[in-house]
C-alpha cells in the first residue's frame, strides 16, 4: 500500500495547493508513482497542474458511488509517473449528499484500499475547513503535512489542525503529523523570522528544516498550470522542492 499525506491546514492562503502539487512532481521525479487527489471543490489543484479540460468524472463521483472508481488523469510532468483525481464545484453537493451515506468519513480511504496499490505515495490537497472532505482525507492518510504561514495569527491554524487531529484519531488511530512546513516564508521580514524562530522553540524537530520560500515564480508557475519543475525561471524553487521531497521520504519511513 501507499504512503498517504494529507497536506492539510483549516486556514486558507497557506499554500496547501502549491505544496502537493509541487511536492507530488518532485517525487515523480524520484521515481516515485505518485497520485494526487483534489479534495477542494474549488478545483484549484486541478488548475494548478494543468488539467483544464472538460472532465468528465471527478472525486465526488468515487466518493458517492463505492462502486466508481476513483478517475485518474495523467499529469504531464517530463519524467516519472504523476497522476490527479480530479476535482470540480460538483464535490460541494457531493459533500452535502454524503451527510447522509452511509461510512461517509471513510469513503476516500475505501477507494485508496481498492486503488492505492498502482502508486507509492498518495498526496491529497485538502479545502480550508474541517468539513466531511478534510476529514476523508485525514481518515485515509498516514501522515499530516500541514503548511503555515510564518504570521502570528497562523497560530491560531496549527492549534485548530491539531485539535481535529486528535478527533480523526477516533477513526484512524495511525494517524500521524509528518511535520510543519514553513510556507511562503520571507526572512527579510521581521515578523516571519521571529515567528520560524517560535514555531522551531515550540515544536521543535516536528519542523521541516526545508523552508519555503516566497517566490512569484511559484505563483506564475500555478496560474500557467504548471510545476515549478517545467516552469522557465523557476529552478531555484523546483530545487527547494527536490530537496522537501527528500526530507518527506525519509519522515514517512519513522
Known sequence: MPTVIAVANQKGGVGKTTTTANLGAALARQGRRVLLIDMDPQGNLTSAVGISKAIEQTVADALLDYRAPLPTI????????LDLAPATLALASAEAALMNKLGREQRLRDQLN?????YDVVVIDTPPSLGLLTI??????DRVLIPTEARFFSLQGLQMIEESIEEVLYLNP?????????????????????????????????VFETEIGTSSKVLEASSAGKTVFSYLGAER?????????????RRGQD
Open 136 to 141: 476523508n482525507a485525514l481518515v485515509a492518510a
Open 114 to 118: 481498492r486503488q492505492g496499490t498502482a
Open 174 to 206: 495511525r494517524l500521524k503529523v509528518m511535520g510543519i512546513l514553513l510556507s511562503k516564508l520571507d526572512r527579510r521580514l521581521r515578523e516571519e523570522k521571529q515567528v520560524a524562530e517560535y514555531l522551531r522553540e515550540r515544536w521543535g524537530a516536528l
Open 237 to 249: 524553487a523546483a530545487e527547494t522542492y527536490a530537496t522537501l521531497a527528500e526530507e518527506v521520504l
Open 74 to 81: 495523467k499529469v504531464e510532468n517530463g519524467n516519472g509517473q
